[in-house]
């Protein structure tokens, strides 16, 4: 069993910062890439921010410059920091972790539960 715990959503005003972070427990043998999708009322599920094992990263366009994501491997954490909020961010925000479990040898996608983030303008 594996589980993602995300914390740290919350309502920010335009121009404010809020810093998501998750944790990946359970029988975990190995973690390819963790990141954050986002997900806002009538919208589909999109890539925010997504960084591999070896420290490489990729982020959506609309928050590159604003968005930085980071990760301990050591831990199975990453933390998503979130600094000059628009209205637009405004999303349930789901960590994600493609992963391979103790004892199999392919990797799959597992999901946290959400956390909202608001951004009021």
């Known amino acids: 069993q594996v589980q993602l715990v995300e914390s740290g959503g919350g309502l920010v005003q335009a121009g404010g910062s809020l810093r998501l972070s998750c944790a990946a427990s359970g029988s975990i043998g190995d973690i390819n890439a963790m990141g954050w999708y986002r997900q806002a009322p009538g919208k589909q599920r999109e890539l925010v921010a997504r960084?591999?094992?070896?420290?490489?990263?990729n982020y959506l366009d609309s928050v590159k410059g604003r968005f930085t994501i980071s990760r301990d491997n050591a831990k199975n954490t990453v933390t998503l920091q979130m600094n000059s909020l628009k209205p637009d961010d405004t999303a349930v925000y789901y960590c994600n972790a493609v992963l391979r479990t103790l004892g199999n040898s392919f990797y799959a996608n597992y999901w946290g539960q959400g956390t909202q983030v608001t951004v009021s303008s």
């Open positions: 960084i591999l094992s070896g420290g490489s990263t």
